[in-house]
């Protein structure tokens, strides 16, 4: 989901407040005091990532990681996890994806089912 689009940096891992900040995401940065400490609050923000693009096709990495520090100081967890090969219609429909939410939400190794497609590679997590 692109929280601060127009975003246009790409570089990984992405960290601390972007440079660009579209209106309605500076309005969400002026409202964060209003989360109060959340320290059971856990995000897990799943990135498609297709080859020589800066996104899923749909939304930039930029864009979407820029959800992070929104909840600086939060305490909040927020997981970043960049799969590549993978459009923005398919994090919502593949395997992959799946696999992912099921290490996110069991922190475990994911489970593969058994008629599963193989795994196009690794994904990373920050």
Not at 57 to 70: C, D, H, R, Y
Not at 85 to 99: D, E
Not at 105 to 117: F, G, H, I, M
Request: aromatic share 6%.
């Amino acid at each position: 989901m692109p929280v601060n689009e127009g975003a246009d940096n790409t570089e990984l891992p992405l960290t601390g407040l972007p440079r660009f900040r579209a209106p309605q995401y500076a309005d969400l940065l002026k409202r964060r005091d209003l989360l109060g400490r959340q320290p059971q609050l856990e995000i897990f923000n799943l990135i498609g990532k297709l080859q020589h693009r800066a996104g899923d096709g749909e939304t930039k990495i930029g864009e979407a990681v820029a959800v992070k520090p929104l909840f600086a100081g939060s305490g909040a967890r927020v997981t970043t996890t960049i799969l590549p090969g993978l459009n923005h219609h398919q994090i919502h429909q593949t395997h992959p994806a799946f696999r992912a939410i099921v290490a996110a939400l069991w922190q475990s190794d994911p489970v593969v089912p058994p008629n599963a497609p193989k795994k196009r590679g690794q994904y990373s997590t920050y």
